[in-house]
């Protein structure tokens, strides 16, 4: 009997929205074992690649890793080599070892293209690391602000990153302004969990300034309609704890939060948000911000 491409969680919420049996039919196509040839080019013409941790209390982290295009490489279907590694203090940093999980996201705003690339650490070395694939699968164009990103190799250097246990004013004014930030989840599974759907995923999110609310350290999110996977919603069905990281594009500032999560299916509150086929509420337990952490330059879109 062939593994399911979904787990318990994705499968329960797309019983809910009535795609199980689509996708029951089209997941192992959808999700591969490999990355196709279009894939592997397409991680190499990056100038950043976003990631997806656990640390060792089991909070999921999303975060950043740039570096001049080609700094990712597939030599493999089965393998990405990025020539990079995260500095002390990124929840990155804390999280890399040999057989850990990592969920990869490639992005490409402006021209809206996103590729997923789920594995675990093969390898380590001072300039960088490998990840053996599991899962290679491409994301619906929805929702992508379009900006491009360009490396600079001489950059600000970045500054202290300041631990807080909740948000500060300056990190709800970039939350309340932004228009896009990335969501990292985990299913809760043994670290030897040989099932390929069980891991670390992150995810884009993307709308309007403003889509994402704040009051005080509580954030609510709308759930658009998407591809009906619920990689991130059935992670959170299971394991409610998010990562997430929100990139100030101006100043390259970054700032990760570790939150707790709560999927809101129906109620009044859906009708303040357009098009909300579901809420996401996030309390905010931990945030961490770093000034000019990010060495890339932003342009607007084609």
Same mark, same amino acid.
């Given at each position: &009997?062939? =593994?399911?491409?979904?787990? /318990? $969680?994705? +499968?329960? #919420?797309?019983?809910?929205? $009535?795609?199980?049996? +689509?996708?029951?039919?089209?997941?192992?196509?959808?999700?591969?074992?490999? &990355?196709?040839?279009?894939? +592997?080019?397409? *991680?190499?013409?990056?100038?950043?690649?976003? =990631?997806?941790?656990?640390d060792g209390a089991g909070q999921p982290w999303a975060s950043v890793l740039a570096g001049p295009p080609g700094f990712v490489?597939?030599?493999?279907?089965?393998?990405?080599?990025?020539?990079?590694r995260p500095?002390?203090?990124?929840? #990155?940093?804390?999280?890399? %070892?040999?057989?850990?999980?990592?969920?990869? #996201?490639?992005?490409?705003?402006? @021209?809206?293209?996103?590729n997923r690339a789920n594995g675990r650490i093969a390898t380590l070395g001072d300039g960088g690391f490998d990840v053996r694939v599991l899962q290679s699968f491409g994301n619906c164009p929805k929702y992508i602000r379009a900006r491009q990103a360009e *490396?600079?190799?001489?950059? =600000?250097?970045? $500054?202290?990153?300041?631990? =807080?246990?909740g948000l500060s004013d300056t990190d709800r004014r970039l939350i309340g302004a932004a228009d896009t930030f990335f969501i990292a989840s985990a299913y809760p599974a043994a670290a030897d969990d040989p099932d390929p759907a069980h891991g670390v995923d992150v995810s884009h999110r993307g709308g309007t300034p403003g889509f994402v609310r704040v009051d005080g350290d509580t954030l @609510?999110?709308?759930?658009?309609?998407?591809?009906?996977?619920?990689? @991130?919603?059935?992670?959170?069905?299971?394991?409610?704890?998010?990562?997430?990281? *929100?990139?100030? *594009?101006?100043? $390259? /500032?970054? #700032?990760?939060? %570790? %939150?707790?999560?709560e999927i809101i299916h129906d109620g009044p509150e859906l009708a303040d948000f357009a098009g909300a086929q579901r809420l996401l509420r996030l309390q905010v337990r931990e945030a961490r911000h770093q000034p000019a952490a990010l060495p890339l330059r932003w342009h607007a879109g084609e």
């Open positions: &009997m062939n =593994t399911p491409a979904f787990h /318990a $969680g994705e +499968r329960a #919420l797309q019983a809910r929205a $009535g795609s199980l049996e +689509r996708l029951a039919e089209v997941g192992a196509r959808v999700i591969r074992p490999a &990355m196709p040839d279009q894939h +592997r080019a397409f *991680f190499a013409q990056l100038p950043f690649i976003v =990631t997806g941790s656990v490489t597939a030599p493999a279907p089965n393998q990405l080599h990025i020539d990079a500095a002390a203090g990124d929840p #990155l940093a804390e999280a890399l %070892a040999i057989g850990t999980r990592i969920g990869l #996201l490639g992005i490409e705003p402006h @021209t809206r293209r996103r *490396f600079v190799a001489n950059g =600000t250097a970045p $500054g202290p990153i300041r631990h =807080t246990p @609510t999110v709308p759930d658009l309609a998407g591809n009906a996977y619920f990689n @991130t919603l059935g992670n959170l069905q299971l394991n409610p704890r998010a990562g997430l990281l *929100f990139i100030d *594009f101006e100043s $390259g /500032a970054l #700032l990760w939060l %570790a %939150a707790n999560a």
